[in-house]
């Protein structure tokens, strides 16, 4: 898919900030794992492969938030909250699907809370309400030290944690992807801000239908079971294997909206409406309507 026009907006506390819309129908705004690339996220594999799948059936809008990509890189206090008011005004969009991956989940959920007249459905994929209990794996407490001492390896081993990715090539495209986007310094300073938040109290205030998708080999199941706790009118499922062609890419074609074919596991789908048009391999497409 060809990449889309970077446009961009400015926050209330003057900010710019970079952002694009891919595709049409309902809008999704995408909560990304962490720092991004507008110029480069369409071109890093397996990536790609998400943001595709998203925009297929829905208007996707991707910012890139303070301190990445082709946003502002230095000059601010790091508020991402800010970024995705000021890219969703931008927008012009009066309801929407916010979709959260990783880093991109406390954003979301405080998002989720503070406007629910925005949200229509909010998927947590892979992520958390606290950062610092997150940090507590043993899996990304083993990471984190290198850091400091060496930024290639630190960030092709988060980038292989927090994903579950079995593709070695694929974690180290992505990680690739976000030296591009972010210093090492820039990342040190968010992280020094996101360790400190903790939105668990906002989750009884969400009120949109809510999925919580986790993979045990990323996220530790305790977490998406406190997300499931706090969210009144959510549900949880693991994400499904894909299906592949044989070069390895993932298959599409027709969906018949059968619960196989739905990304979001078998029981959610019926529930969340039905599903039209053609998908990503077994993963399917994102429901467009409500019930």
Request: some cysteine; glycine content about 8%; aromatic content about 8%.
């Amino acid at each position: 898919m060809a990449e889309s026009e970077v446009r961009y907006c400015t926050t209330e506390d003057g900010v710019s900030i970079a952002y694009s819309v891919t595709g049409q129908g309902p809008s999704l705004l995408l909560m990304q794992p962490g720092p991004s690339h507008l110029e480069l996220v369409w071109r890093t594999p397996r990536y790609t492969d998400l943001l595709e799948w998203l925009s297929r059936e829905n208007s996707l809008i991707l910012p890139d938030p303070r301190g990445c990509g082709m946003s502002q890189r230095e000059g601010f206090d790091i508020d991402f909250d800010l970024d995705y008011a000021a890219v969703v005004s931008a927008v012009g969009v009066d309801r929407l699907i916010l979709f959260a991956m990783s880093g991109g989940g406390p954003n979301a959920i405080r998002f989720a809370a503070t406007r629910p007249e925005l949200v229509e459905r909010l998927v947590l994929w892979n992520t958390w309400a606290a950062t610092a209990t997150n940090l507590r794996d043993p899996r990304i407490g083993a990471i984190l030290p290198m850091v400091s001492t060496d930024w290639v390896t630190f960030t092709e081993a988060l980038v292989a944690a927090l994903s579950g990715w079995r593709e070695p090539e694929a974690a180290r495209a992505y990680a690739a992807m976000m030296r591009e986007a972010i210093t090492q310094s820039a990342w040190l300073r968010a992280m020094e801000v996101s360790i400190q938040v903790d939105v668990s109290k906002l989750l009884p205030a969400i009120q949109a239908k809510t999925l919580v998708v986790n993979n045990p080999a990323a996220i530790h199941p305790d977490t998406a079971k406190q997300l499931i706790a706090g969210i009144s009118n959510a549900a949880e499922t693991n994400p499904p294997k894909r299906s592949r062609t044989s070069a390895g890419r993932p298959r599409a074609g027709a969906v018949n909206g059968t619960a196989h074919c739905s990304p979001v596991g078998n029981t959610p789908t019926r529930s969340w409406g039905p599903v039209r048009g053609s998908g990503w391999g077994a993963w399917g497409p994102w429901p467009r309507r409500g019930p």
